[in-house]
């Protein structure tokens, strides 16, 4: 990836984050964790893999992402302000009954969002769902859902996975944010999940593992899935959860909690100094 | 009487009939095609159909993954999996986001018969009614369901279609003036002393009831009530203003299904007796479908008693 393209992607994400402990701590409440984790993530796929138009949202043509993981909204919300779907000023009534900024993603309500998404597990079968109709009509638009690691413990993953397999779902990617935690612990205590790798590929699933963090990976993944043929694919994406802030990273306990006035004005200065080392300021 | 069909018969081939017409109609099933009937419309499009396999949650997201892209989605399995299993997946990924898709209950009721109460689904109008955006239709016969197929493919947002085993008696052809239109009753005999409102199989049960007793002298009005939700107020206040009384009998727990709608909009509207005829609150078992409907009362009989009571407790 050139140099000019790799530093505007950090940019955004730092500038994404900022906005998401913004949101978070203005509604008090919110799940920072897993939206910092997965924040490169969602923004390369709004910036770069995904064939979008902010100005036609609902183009029959576009492609789609579906957050099954749908309590991260403040990793979606900013991107999709970032990228001129809705006012950034709208970020301001995340979870306010003033606002349309629901809690969990929101189709009808919130521009840009193509599934609404909250309780696990749905959303990669709608996501299967978008697939299936885009092979019915001939299309060649793709369909993107961003699942936890924690959420793959929900049996309809597995449904989702087996169909997807049988249909030949080559225009379906997900990718699983892999922090390893979950709002009890750390995955591998409460629900043992590994080898994730060996359960997709089982599912007749395409398996691309990836620092879910790296840009230059990241994008070359995006491009090995579109590549692959006959089957869909998933990437692992490893990542940390809390990432970009010192007290957060790899604490399970800022899964779902929002931070107390202290608490926001370290994680506040930590990620405007990141944002601003990138401007050069 | 005229065709003695099952109201699953009618829906098949009716779906498959319509096929040409609607494009955009996706057809899903969850290992169950042969018994839901949507094998008409699997071998007529078959590039339209899919088997989802035993996966009833998943079948369902995807059927709103389906719609979110334009296509109508019917999805079907027995009505105790559509609407018990899948409960979670038809309300956060197909009625809240208001998604064209029609979920179709198939073998609903006591009348499953010999599979027993594993599969004698008598809670879907509850859980289904209880949702926000949901439809909640249940048609009597073969002629009201090919009606109700045409209608809901016609009708733009998220439904409940419930369909039955057991072949039934057609009457709604042979009601002079009779018409179909969702979301309003409609009324099959006219009556003076009571009125009978019935959904599903049990509006032939209501009919026959009326008739026994009207050669004891009581006029029984009779209302199909094919859809539950959203229930026809109109009707339902004219029949308490003017027969005083109400039963309501339906396949399906007393709690919380048509007696129940029906209950709730008198009470506030015109606080008249209401008696409900249904399954009083109890798990079906197995055996021979007349067999267990006579068991829980599910009978013109039954419906006759429960009309006995309303019209004491008008006097």
Not at chain 1, 74 to 82: D, M, V
Not at chain 2, 3 to 8: D, G, H, Y
Not at chain 2, 269 to 287: A, I, K, Q, Y
Request: hydrophobic residues 40%; glycine residues 10%; negative net charge.
């Amino acid at each position: 990836m050139e140099q000019s393209k790799l530093h505007a992607l950090a940019v955004t994400a730092a500038h994404a984050r900022v906005l998401a402990m913004d949101m978070v701590h203005d509604a008090a409440s919110g799940h920072i964790g897993g939206s910092l984790s997965a924040m490169e993530i969602v923004t390369l796929l709004y910036n770069g893999v995904m064939r979008v138009n902010p100005a036609a949202p609902r183009d029959p043509d576009r492609d789609r992402f579906v957050l099954s993981k749908g309590h991260c909204t403040p990793a979606l919300y900013p991107i999709l302000a970032l990228k001129g779907y809705f006012p950034v000023e709208n970020l301001k009534l995340f979870r306010s009954i003033k606002g349309d900024l629901s809690g969990h993603a929101e189709m009808n309500c919130v521009k840009g969002v193509d599934m609404s998404t909250g309780s696990l597990g749905q959303g990669i079968s709608a996501a299967v769902g978008m697939a299936l109709a885009g092979k019915a009509d001939k299309k060649d638009y793709r369909v993107y859902t961003l699942l936890g690691d924690g959420e793959i413990e929900e049996g309809q993953v597995w449904e989702a996975a087996m169909s997807a397999a049988k249909y030949h779902l080559d225009n379906l990617c997900a990718i699983v944010d892999v922090n390893g935690l979950q709002i009890d612990g750390a995955t591998a205590d409460v629900m043992p999940s590994e080898p994730l790798d060996k359960k997709f590929e089982a599912f007749n699933w395409n398996v691309i593992h990836v620092d879910g963090h790296d840009f230059n990976a990241l994008e070359e993944a995006f491009a090995a899935a579109a590549a692959c043929k006959d089957k869909p694919t998933v990437l692992l994406a490893k990542t940390i959860k809390g990432k970009g802030v010192s007290f957060m990273e790899g604490d399970y306990g800022w899964h779902g909690k929002a931070p107390n006035d202290e608490q926001y004005e370290k994680a506040h200065a930590e990620l405007v100094a990141a944002l601003a080392e990138l401007e050069g300021k | 009487m005229s065709e003695k069909i099952a109201t699953r018969v009618a829906y098949g081939k009716t779906l498959a009939e319509l096929g040409e017409q609607y494009p955009n109609l996706v057809v899903l099933d969850a290992d169950l095609s042969g018994s839901t009937q949507s094998q008409f419309f699997a071998k007529a499009f078959p590039e339209r159909f899919y088997n989802m396999g035993i996966a009833e949650a998943n079948m369902t997201g995807v059927a709103a993954g389906l719609a979110t892209c334009g296509k109508q989605a019917f999805t079907n399995t027995f009505a105790m999996f559509a609407t018990g299993r899948a409960y979670e997946q038809v309300r956060n990924s197909v009625a809240y986001p208001r998604l064209n898709v029609k979920i179709v209950g198939s073998h609903g009721g006591l009348s499953v018969g010999e599979d027993g109460a594993t599969h004698q689904c008598i809670e879907d109008y509850a859980l289904m009614r209880t949702i926000p955006n949901m439809m909640v239709v249940s048609p009597c016969d073969g002629p009201e369901m090919r009606l109700a197929v045409k209608a809901l493919l016609d009708y733009d947002g998220p439904a409940y279609l419930r369909l039955g085993r057991l072949a039934v008696d057609s009457i709604t052809d042979e009601i002079p003036g009779y018409t179909f239109q969702l979301g309003k009753g409609s009324l099959l005999r006219d009556g003076t002393d009571v009125t009978v409102i019935a959904t599903g199989m049990m509006v032939q049960m209501a009919y026959a009831a009326a008739q026994t007793l009207a050669e004891e002298g009581i006029s029984v009005r009779v209302i199909d009530m094919h859809t539950i939700k959203p229930l026809d107020g109109e009707i339902v206040l004219k029949a308490a203003l003017e027969t005083r009384c109400i039963v309501t009998s339906e396949e399906h727990t007393i709690l919380n299904g048509l007696g129940s709608a029906v209950a709730e909009f008198v009470s506030e509207h015109c606080p008249v007796p209401v008696v409900r005829h249904g399954v009083n609150d109890e798990f079906g078992r197995s055996g021979a479908a007349k067999a267990v409907l006579e068991a829980y009362g599910l009978t013109p009989q039954g419906i006759i008693e429960k009309v006995r009571q309303a019209l004491k407790l008008k006097k």
